[in-house]
């Protein structure tokens, strides 16, 4: 959606904000906070969206708490914004309409793990590194790793996926059940701890990917699971990308439990090169991950290794020592920060696009195509194993030319992946970036949606003008 | 929730049906039935739930045929109840405020296989098995097997999953987009085919699970796998449940990626010799199956092995050869006619529960007992990787202490279940046997599905009676 078109919105502020605010203060006294900085904080932050602040921030430190907030959010009728750490990408955190901020972060208790169930629960607060940190002597872990140390209620908020979703899931298949304070401000727990359920409707993927526009998540069960015996991790160059591409396919046909199966594009390795100060090879390239026991991970690594080679592919570098894989998931971690040394000055701006992997060779080449043809700079780097990925674009940020030139891409970018039936956003979530591109994705779905926002949300105070404008 | 009450229940017949069995006739001609026989074919026959048959059936042909009964049974208020196979547990299918039955068995055709995305999408009527058989050249199979050779659509439709959802998932994890019917004759599709997304709420989810009563489900984009390269299977007896169980848990613990670990306990262990004339231990066992290579497979067998022992387990027999693997499984496979065979002339009716693992040893414990206390004979089997049981009650249909006795058992054990912080039904789903259940376990939550079903169904035709009363 284009920036002007957000800043255009319509969006008047609801007259009980005010009211609200007085009674927030009197329930939460200096834990609401009206001062500028801390408002704009909570707003929108990380791309070029316009931060549209709240009018206050409650910090919450209990379930108690945030039901308390809702109910009087929602007798005021005053809009409602979850924060976990503002890491999400596409405006979710926005106030348009105004309303309050309620940050999660001091949630951020591991209430149980229950290790002979492969699972934990955790207060919505908790980043997904203090949960590994806390799960440490345990030989568990989370493995859902979008990059950014979200909160683990911002994760399921925007179902979040990342590097290792190829053998793990994403937060859609990793999240149990759900507590939720919703508009009513009733609590409701989603399912109970079982690892299936027929139980009815699932509403604990109905919440997950909500941002935030249904009910306030305050209270996940996550899944979990035994850190493997052996990680192997490594680096493979090749031709093209379509050959990266095609090697992907044959590895996941074949069965190999890929771990992680990353692809960066020529320009993201010069980047990373330049940045991490390695010296790969500055071809379209592979980085993976193997998990397992000793002999299934050689197995596995072996066998792709042979995939690689029929499709091109150069020697596997690889390692299972802690200190090589951190170095190399370090430098694909900083991709970021590297792809926008390639350009100081420059600000770096993701966007996400997802397509069945037989069509992601094509949606890649046209894409640079597209990107040349319009004189842009986008490093390239996707979660290949399943057809996600991103382009960085780096933007002079003063140039209104580059700015309209951007937009535009995103608008095109997000156009072809849809039209090889693949989604508009396969990890970042639509927010208020990608509103436009939702409607053409899925036309009449998108008003069924709509539809069971104004049941459970009949004010409309929970997040509005995200995902959709109703 | 007893079969009185679901006699008694006030289920007056809607007035508009007559108008639109008129109206299909005309649309349907010889396709629209109204013969007893066929109409009591369409309704529950698989358990001592009373059978309530529609007042006719239509068999559609095509998604344009769906939308055209959908459309007239809108406008006369007809209720509308869909139909695969007829193979569910609890109810679904019966019309209880009378109506039609839309029978999609034609709709048989798989549309598109895509092996490089590993997804294929098919109709609504096809059946697992004849996907399956349609898969047969491609080196691709669908694993989601729940015992009956069920419809996809409704296996959708009910969240089924079966024997090897430890590995798989289940149909929750392997539908990637549904194309549906919803109440008012439009025709949504949730999704876009790549394998994930981040694009508003996740109505395939919300579909997956909903027993027909948001929408008719028409069509299905699935995931498919690449079959094992090496199939191992075997048996392995236990001293007692709780040893078998602990090995399960280890098992899981030690991330070994078993594709099915499936309990029976003793009695069953007894009824399958008896019916399937083999000689195995009757001794609570584990009937397990491991996928991958063959030296992936040889150390998955030979650590499942190792474990086992450490609990008391006896030698894992086991065997690769396809003719031995269809043997053991056939004998999983026909417990239900083993079961029944252990008392000639009753009635097998099968339950399902679903616990946390760390929990499933006393629930099964307790379970036993609560059976020897009340002179019933149920035997016990297992998904016991995903903490899933059943019970087949074997009962006298003529003796009604007995029923009593099994009505007042299934009540005790969801309850001991959801005490468990488990779920009434695994797999089986709701529909109308499980409705005081599903309110006992998930409490103010059932509330927020009935306010989607009312936002999405407002004429309550879509299946009405089923999961929860309005």
């Known amino acids: 959606m284009a920036l002007k078109d957000i800043l255009a919105e319509k969006a008047p502020k609801r007259p009980g904000v005010a009211a609200a605010v007085v009674s927030l203060r ?8 009206t001062g500028e900085d801390v408002r704009r904080a909570h707003a929108h932050t ?7 602040a709240p009018d206050a921030v409650v910090f919450a430190e209990s379930e108690a708490e945030v039901q308390k907030t809702v109910r009087i959010c929602a007798e005021t009728e005053t809009p409602i914004v979850a924060f976990g ?45 203090s949960l590994n940190a806390h799960l440490r002597d345990t030989g568990l872990f989370f493995p859902i790793d979008p990059g950014a140390n979200a909160s683990l209620g911002g994760m399921a908020a925007t179902r979040a996926s990342g590097t290792n979703a190829v053998r793990y899931g994403t937060m859609r298949d990793n999240v149990i059940a759900l507590t939720a304070v919703m508009a009513d401000g009733r609590i409701i727990r989603t399912a109970r701890r079982a690892k299936k359920t027929s ?10 990917g909500s941002e935030g526009t249904l009910g306030i998540i305050t209270r996940l069960d996550l899944r979990l699971y035994g850190i493997p015996e052996r990680i192997l991790s490594g680096v493979c160059p090749f031709p093209s990308v379509r050959d990266a591409v095609d090697t992907v396919i044959q590895t996941v046909q074949t069965g190999i439990p890929v771990a992680r199966i990353e692809l960066l594009d020529a320009q993201s390795m010069q980047a990373a090169n330049a940045y991490a100060k390695l010296d790969l090879k500055p071809q379209p390239s592979l980085f993976v991950e193997f998990h397992g026991s000793p002999a299934s991970v050689a197995e596995q690594a072996e066998t792709f290794g042979m995939i690689a ?10 390692s299972s020592r802690p200190e090589e894989r951190s170095r190399l998931w370090k430098a694909r971690h900083d991709m970021y920060w590297a792809s926008i040394a390639l350009r100081p000055g420059c600000r770096g701006i993701a966007t996400d696009v997802c397509v069945p992997v037989s069509r992601l060779a094509d949606c890649i080449d046209e894409t ?17 194993g399943d057809g996600n990925f991103h382009v960085t674009l780096l933007l002079d ?13 995103m608008a095109r970018l997000a156009a072809r992946a849809v039209a090889m039936d693949g989604t508009c956003t396969g990890e970042h979530g639509v927010g208020q970036g990608k509103r436009g591109y ?33």
């Open 85 to 129: 750490t503002g890491s999400s990408l596409e405006g979710h955190l926005n106030a348009p309409q105004g309303g309050i901020s309620l940050d999660l972060s001091r949630m951020d208790k591991v209430l149980a793990v229950h290790p002979e169930d492969l699972d934990c629960t955790v207060e919505a607060g908790v980043t997904r590194e």
């Open 368 to 384: 640079q195509a597209d990107l040349r043809d319009n004189r842009l700079v986008g490093p390239i780097i996707g979660h290949v």
């Open 46 to 52: 990380t791309t070029y969206i316009p931060n549209q």
């Open 309 to 318: 080679a029929e499709h091109g592919g150069g020697a596997l570098e690889a």
């Open 26 to 33: 009197e329930a939460f006294g200096e834990r609401l906070v």
């Open 199 to 208: 139980a009815g409707y699932d509403l604990t993927r109905l919440l997950v």
């Open 438 to 470: 939702l409607e053409a994705e899925l036309g009449d779905t998108v008003d069924f949606m709509r539809m069971i926002k104004r049941a459970l949300d009949p004010k409309g105070i929970m997040n509005p003008g995200k995902i959709f404008m109703l």
């Open 397 to 409: 940020m003063e140039d209104s030319r580059e700015i309209d030139a951007a937009e535009a891409f």
